[in-house]
Nanobody, 122 residues
Framework: QVQLVESGGGLVQAGGSMRLSCAAS????????RGWFRQAPGKEREFVAA????????DYADSVKGRFTISKDNAENTVYLQMNSLRPADTAVYYC???????????????WGQGTQVTVSS
């Protein structure tokens, strides 16, 4: 069973930056599209960003466009989420997830990481 492991969360001031990492323990068709979701207290989990491993296509939620960048490192089998201009509204637990396609990642992620807390102070 392939596992996704996130790292990089923590506390940052508003306007600051942070980078999250999601490393996969292997490669299967379930990891071809990998991305990030987040869940704030009292709110539903929401999509943040995704990248397809082979096409390089990316997708972003409107709320993070222009501030967040998703990228991948083939050698490390790792996906990164660079978050700039962070806002208190970005505070949430961030989860890495994967699926065979970006479309499936939106509707039916197949693998999940354990989550990492990101807190943005005002």
């Amino acid at each position: 069973q392939v596992q996704l492991v996130e790292s990089g969360g923590g506390l940052v001031q508003a306007g600051g930056s942070m980078r999250l990492s999601c490393a996969a323990s292997g490669r299967t068709d379930s990891t071809y599209a990998r991305g990030w979701f987040r869940q704030a207290p009292g709110k539903e989990r929401e999509f943040v960003a995704a990248v397809h491993w082979f096409s390089g296509n990316t997708d972003y939620a409107d709320s993070v466009k222009g501030r967040f960048t998703i990228s991948k490192d083939n050698a490390e089998n790792t996906v990164y989420l660079q978050m700039n201009s962070l806002r208190p509204a970005d505070t949430a637990v961030y989860y890495c997830a994967s699926a065979p396609t970006i479309t499936m990642l939106h509707t039916r992620p197949q693998l999940w990481g354990q989550g990492t807390q990101v807190t943005v102070s005002s």
